[in-house]
Every structure is written in C-alpha cells, then in structure tokens.
C-alpha cells in the first residue's frame, strides 16, 4: 500500500456487507463499485457479502439499514456504514478509512 492509504498490519482482513434489494440498477452498480475498490486498495485481503433484503428483510435489523444500497465494513472495527450507489471512489476509501479526507472536501 502507498502513502496515502490506511496504516493498517499486513495481515489485515476486511469483511464488508452490502445490502441491496435485489437485481436494481443501484445494487447491480454499488457491487460493482465496490468489488473494483477491493481489487484496487485490499488487494485479495476481502470478502464480500451480499445481503438482498428482498429475499431476506429481517437480515437488515441487526445493522439497522435504512436506506438501499448500504455498504457495512464488519471488520476491521469500528464498523462503518455507507450509504449509495458507491460511486464517488473518494468517499468510499474516506469513508471506509482507507485514505484520509482531504481538506474542503464533501
């Protein structure tokens, strides 16, 4: 990992859910958003989990999601949460702690 990423052991694992509901447009793009930013910056250090609330809806409960897609980083703690379509690459890596927010940004 260069610099600008999050100082984290080697070792590190990273369990990341994402809720979506079912095959929308915004699921279909927020996996895959979200598998190019594992590829890029956790570099085979991940597993993806994919909750479709429409085939299971109690599974939202425990995380309390309220909104779809939702992305959930389990581990490492703290856990995280992000809202959308993924999209913004800044702002998940920010959000995930994977980079650190510049200044002015958002």
């Known amino acids: 990992m ?10 590190e694992f990273w369990i990341l859910k994402l809720y979506v509901a079912g095959q929308s447009p915004k ?20 597993q993806i989990k994919i909750i479709d609330l429409l085939k299971n809806p ?3 409960k ?6 779809i897609p939702t ?3 389990q581990l490492p703690e703290p856990v995280k949460k992000i809202i959308g379509d993924l999209s913004n690459t800044e702002r998940v ?4 702690d ?5 200044k002015g940004s958002f």
């Open 58 to 60: 109690q599974l939202g």
């Open 98 to 102: 994977l980079q650190p927010a510049k």
């Open 62 to 67: 425990g995380d309390q999601i309220l909104a």
């Open 71 to 73: 992305l959930i980083r």
């Open 93 to 96: 890596l920010v959000g995930l």
């Open 2 to 11: 260069d610099g600008k990423t999050r100082n984290s052991s080697e070792d």
């Open 27 to 46: 699921s279909v793009t927020a996996f895959r958003n979200l598998k190019k930013i594992c590829e890029e910056h956790l570099e085979g250090k991940y």
